[in-house]
């Protein structure tokens, strides 16, 4: 993007945050930069890294002292590395793997803890191993014990973390290794991890220095801890945009004139609209039956307005290529339909199972074997052993290696044809690749279950057969969709990135979000005492969502909104910029 008569606007307001964050920095004081949606947040934390390596760089490495840097994932990790040329002052690491680097150590601690974690006493129990010194590992993320090892599941790790953080000597070990800890994408730290910062190490005499880098309207995880305030941490607000065009900024000022972001090209004018259905003749969906639809189009209708809409804006000049534009909706069931795996989706009772790939087949398949199968296709062998990890065969002869690569071949053409019961079966009959112990747990109980007279299937093993009979062309499907292959998306999947268009589909059919009620409530400013929770989770969905695009933004809403939800779009967006849609 080039700059327009007066570029200068959020250059000089994002020089006089990153200004703010030095002089923080120069008293020894911790603090907070709260950059909103394309502020150049990750651009403000690489020029501190940076900063601190020119003015700290030496006395560290003499030291034997580094600068932390907490990410939140290896692809983030990677891009700071970059940035400072790897730099071996600094550690950039992910947020559990920093915490296993700092515990990990403590091998007799580690023992202590691990039976007061959640979950481990009924994985003791079953497994009837008694803790007797093994080893305390932390490699794939799974709960396992042997008599000789016990692998922490990642959430074990944060915990045991949070718990060591309150004993003095852990934290004077943290301090001494680490006299600057920086966090990228504060809010969405473990709610556990951040209060034990916020109690041990913010404000502690003999530091660290912590800095945190995030914005609390982009928090849309749970469990995670949003915005941090703290006496000993000053906030400081970064009011710039250098992602969007001017119509869109707009937009997410009016939203949240709070921290106003100036646009770095004022020339670059753009498209922000919104577009509602109300004006559609008809019965909508009711709300009975759980199904959270209340008001929302029928699914067949939902389906025609999105392909109405994509139409007209083609017309409009949008390329709907998957690089070029995303189209982001909330109802994963919707989604299922338009990306080919429907039965896929009816099997799970929680969205999460799948799409976070909570469910132990989902996530073998997704992280593991579907990248596995791709480089096997593409002859990268040493990617795919890597892969597969813990799965990955062991050959003890020739032969054996080209019976394998036969059995591997077979399994990368069956994938399009088969089920997910047919494709675990070639795996556990081929013997060349492990499949995790959860799975074969989950498979021999499917298998051996006979129910007593009148006894009930468990639902556990009831999800395990339903999910043997789909398609395994649906979890292909659901791969490329979680991994961005598709011009389709969730609001949740593209947080942090950004696209030339964004248009989304905002509807129902989710009982944690419901875009209409904020609309009604932000307007008002009268949230319910005992809706906050909700009223955050709503505004930081839309506010991500809203804020991806550089060029264009689009939205459509299938399900039906109030007068005031239609009156506060009008505020935001212009009385000209709000359509009544119908195809």
């Known amino acids: 993007m080039t700059g327009g008569a007066n570029p200068s606007a959020a250059l000089l307001a994002a020089q006089a945050a990153d200004d703010q964050v030095a002089a923080r920095i120069a008293d020894g004081e911790s603090f907070l930069l709260e950059a909103g949606a394309g502020a150049g ?20 490495r003499q030291r034997g002292q580094q600068i932390a840097c907490i990410t939140y994932t290896n692809a983030a990790t990677a891009v700071i590395n970059s940035r400072i040329d790897g730099n071996p002052v600094v550690l950039t690491d992910t947020i559990h793997a920093f915490c296993w680097s700092l515990v990990k150590d403590f091998h007799g601690v580690l023992r202590q803890l691990v039976p007061t974690l959640a979950k481990w006493p009924e994985r003791l129990a079953d497994s009837q191993i008694a803790m007797a010194g093994q080893r305390v ?18 959430d074990d790790v944060l915990s045991i973390a949070a718990t060591l953080l309150a004993r003095p000597k852990f934290q004077a070990v943290l301090a001494d290794r680490f006299p600057f800890v920086l966090i990228d994408e504060y809010q969405d730290t473990n709610v556990g991890i951040m209060d034990a910062i916020k109690e041990n190490l913010i404000g502690r005499p003999g530091g660290p220095l912590v800095g945190l880098f995030g914005d609390h309207w982009q928090r849309i995880y749970d469990d995670t801890c949003g915005h941090v305030v703290d006496p000993d941490l000053k906030e400081i607000g970064k009011k710039a945009n250098f992602r969007s065009a001017t119509s869109i900024v707009k937009v997410l000022n009016a939203m949240r004139p709070e921290l106003p972001q100036a646009v770095y090209d004022e020339q670059f004018i753009g498209s922000a609209v919104a577009y509602h259905t109300n004006g559609w003749v008809g019965q909508r969906r009711p709300g009975t039956g759980g199904g959270h639809w209340k008001g929302d189009l029928p699914a067949d209708q939902a389906h025609r307005f999105l392909e109405a809409m994509m139409a007209k804006l083609a017309d409009d000049g949008w390329e709907f290529s998957a690089d070029k534009t995303k189209i982001l909706m909330l109802t994963h069931n919707v989604l299922a339909n338009e990306q080919g795996y429907s039965n896929l989706a009816r099997v799970f009772p929680y969205t999460d199972l799948f799409i976070k790939k909570q469910d132990d087949y989902i996530g073998f398949f997704v992280d593991r074997l579907e990248p596995a199968c791709d480089a096997f296709v593409r002859k990268r062998y040493g990617e795919m052993f890597e892969l597969l990890g813990s799965a990955a065969p062991r050959f003890e002869s020739h032969q054996a290696k080209l019976k394998w690569a036969t059995s591997m071949a077979e399994l990368v053409a069956l994938r399009e044809t088969a089920t997910v019961g047919d494709v675990v079966a070639h795996i ?48 292909i499907a659901l791969d490329k969709f979680i991994n961005g292959h598709t011009p389709f998306a969730t609001k949740h999947s593209v947080k942090g990135d950004q696209f030339e268009n964004v248009l989304v589909v905002l509807g129902r059919g989710w009982n944690v979000y419901n875009i209409g009620q904020y609309l009604d409530w932000v307007e008002v400013g009268q949230v319910p005492a005992d809706k ?18 550089t060029t264009r933004l689009a939205l459509l809403f299938t399900q039906e909104l109030t007068n005031q939800g239609i009156a506060t779009l009008q505020a935001w967006f212009g009385d000209e910029s709000v359509h009544a849609f119908l195809p």
């Open 137 to 154: 590992e932390y490699e794939l993320g799974y709960r396992r014990i042997t008599d000789t090892t016990i692998s922490l599941h990642h």
């Open 41 to 60: 947040k990750t651009y403000s934390l690489v020029e501190t890294l940076k900063s601190l390596i020119a003015s700290h760089g030496a006395k560290l």
């Open 532 to 549: 906050q929770d909700a009223f955050e989770r709503y505004r930081n969905l839309f506010y991500v969502a809203c804020s991806r695009p």
């Open 428 to 475: 556990g009959t081929g013997g060349y690749i492990r499949l995790p112990d959860q799975i074969l747990r989950r498979e021999r109980d499917a298998s051996e279950f006979v129910p007593r007279d009148g006894e009930s299937v468990p639902d556990r093993i009831e999800l395990t057969r339903k999910l043997r009979n789909v398609a395994y062309g649906e979890v």
